[in-house]
């Protein structure tokens, strides 16, 4: 088994991160407004939502009541090649945007704020990832979703953190060695789980990054009963401790799913809701980002996802700004790394969706 430290230069950049952004508090009777005015924009323009679980918990709400969509980012991708909607309006960041339009370019697919990007993407570009590419020729180049059109247009697999470790031990089983982007700590955790020769890029999560393992550990003294849930974006340290790891879909079911009253949840807190809404009874507690003197710009809240509310939201529809486009000529190579992943995907009958849903 080895792990091969990125041995490629120049480093990937330092990712600048947002401050969260404060939206305006509603009254409940302006935000019944917005939201009756979000329906009736949907209906008119046969529009669906597809959001992902980090969201605020009024989005994921109206997405499921308007017929919509609320998954991780495998299904989020699926779910847009099997709606006979016209337009996806997809409420989450960037690459899921990209990914929407790169798989269903004759719809429109619009997004409440085009900034909402992702430290990984941004940590990732695609300069310097060709470059790496080419240090490297004898690997299979395998990216994470979390990445730009142009980084998965010179990948040949495409995986999101709910598919990586099937379609990672298919080609290790088939002796392919792997480059590996941009997520380090989900890439190492891939390779110690198959033993698949793995040359990882620098990237990492500013969310997950943040978790701690040795404030966990207290945490976790505190409540022996918890069950501990894990993103595999998150550093080794906190991944040891975990009960579960694996993506948000595999940790809601968890919490659905195990007979424990409480968890410790290391990701992003907007999975809380769906989480509540499945298991209203249990206690959810956020994985501790630090402790005393803690200095984490984003802790256990995703600043990009939180670019995504009612406001904007009403403001695309509306408007029909902020449609996702993408150059034709990336989008044909990237849509073979992206629908690899799908097809493996549905022929080992692998779905990103909650059962039932
Ligand atoms: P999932 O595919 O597990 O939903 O993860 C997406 C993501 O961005 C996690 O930070
Ligand atoms: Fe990217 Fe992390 Fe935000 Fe997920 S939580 S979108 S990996 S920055």
């Known amino acids: 088994m080895t792990t091969q430290p990125l041995n490629y230069q120049p480093m990937p950049p330092r990712v600048q991160v947002p401050a969260h952004p404060v939206w305006p508090a509603l009254s409940e009777h302006e935000k019944d407004d917005l939201k009756q005015r979000i329906k009736d924009l949907l209906r008119a323009q046969n529009a669906v939502l597809v959001a992902h679980y980090y969201v605020d918990g009024d989005l994921q709400a109206l997405a499921e009541e308007t017929g919509g969509c609320v998954a991780d980012s495998l299904e989020m991708a699926r779910y847009g090649t099997t709606t006979d909607a016209d337009t996806l309006v997809v409420c989450g960041v960037r690459f899921m945007g990209e990914t929407a339009k790169i798989l269903n370019p004759e719809k429109r697919v619009l997004m409440p704020d085009l900034s909402a990007t992702c430290s990984l993407d941004e940590g990732c570009p695609d300069d310097l990832f060709n470059a790496f590419c080419d240090a490297n020729p004898d690997r299979t180049v395998v990216v994470y979703a979390n990445t730009s059109a142009a980084v998965k247009a010179r990948a040949d697999w495409m995986v999101t953190s709910g598919i990586a470790l099937p379609i990672v031990r298919h080609l290790h089983e088939k002796g392919e060695k792997i480059l590996w982007a941009p997520d380090k700590h989900l890439g190492r955790y891939v390779q110690q789980q198959t033993g698949a020769d793995i040359l990882l890029w620098d990237g990492s999560c500013v969310v997950h990054e943040e978790f701690k393992g040795f404030a966990l550990e207290r945490l976790k003294r505190l409540h022996p009963e918890a069950a501990i849930l894990v993103h595999p974006e998150s550093p080794e340290d906190v991944l040891a401790q975990a ?50 003197g803690a200095t984490c710009e984003s802790c256990a ?34 849509v073979r790394s992206i629908q690899r992943m799908l097809d493996f995907a549905a022929s080992h009958n692998i779905s990103g969706a909650l059962p039932g849903r």
Do not use: Y
């Open 301 to 334: 809240h995703c600043p990009w996802m939180a670019k995504n509310a009612l406001q904007n939201l009403e403001q695309v529809l509306r408007t029909g700004e902020n449609a996702i486009d993408v150059d034709p000529a990336i989008r044909v190579d990237a």
């Open 243 to 292: 009960d579960v790891v694996g993506s948000t879909t595999a940790l809601i079911k968890a919490v659905a799913d195990m007979p424990n009253d409480e968890f410790i949840v290391a990701t992003d807190d907007g999975i809380f809701w769906k989480m509540h809404q499945l298991a209203p009874g249990k206690k959810l507690i956020s994985a501790p980002t630090a402790g005393v």
